[in-house]
Nanobody, 125 residues
Framework: QLQLVESGGGLVQPGGSLRLSCAVS????????VAWFRQAPGKEREEVSC????????SYVDSVKGRFTISRDDGKRTVYLQMNNLQPEDTAVYYC??????????????????WGQGTQVTVSS
């Protein structure tokens, strides 16, 4: 089964940037889409972005459009979330999730049945 491990979180000032990584292992085939979610303290988990199995299709929640970019490098078995112009409201634990798919598409709403353990992103001055 797929195993996902996030990294790259940390503390950054408003306006700063971070790049999160999601290392994927244990896959039988490369036909999986990946999404990033986040959960802030006291709030429900929120979808952030997703990428199709080929990497040609992506989707973003409105609040991060123009600031975040999702990408994947299947040679490195890693999915990235480049986050620019970070704001305090982006503070959350960020999770990557995956699911095997037939079609070259992705869904922000899921479902996703493989999850990482999360990485903390804190945006504060």
């Amino acid at each position: 089964q797929l195993q996902l491990v996030e990294s790259g979180g940390g503390l950054v000032q408003p306006g700063g940037s971070l790049r999160l990584s999601c290392a994927v292992s244990g896959f039988i085939r490369n036909d999986y889409s990946v999404a990033w979610f986040r959960q802030a303290p006291g709030k429900e988990r929120e979808e952030v972005s997703c990428i199709s199995k080929s990497g040609t299709r992506t989707s973003y929640v409105d609040s991060v459009k123009g600031r975040f970019t999702i990408s994947r490098d299947d040679g490195k078995r890693t999915v990235y979330l480049q986050m620019n112009n970070l704001q305090p409201e982006d503070t959350a634990v960020y999770y990557c999730a995956a699911i095997y798919v037939w079609y070259n598409t992705c869904s922000l709403s899921g479902p996703y049945n493989y999850w990482g353990q999360g990485t903390q992103v804190t945006v504060s001055s």
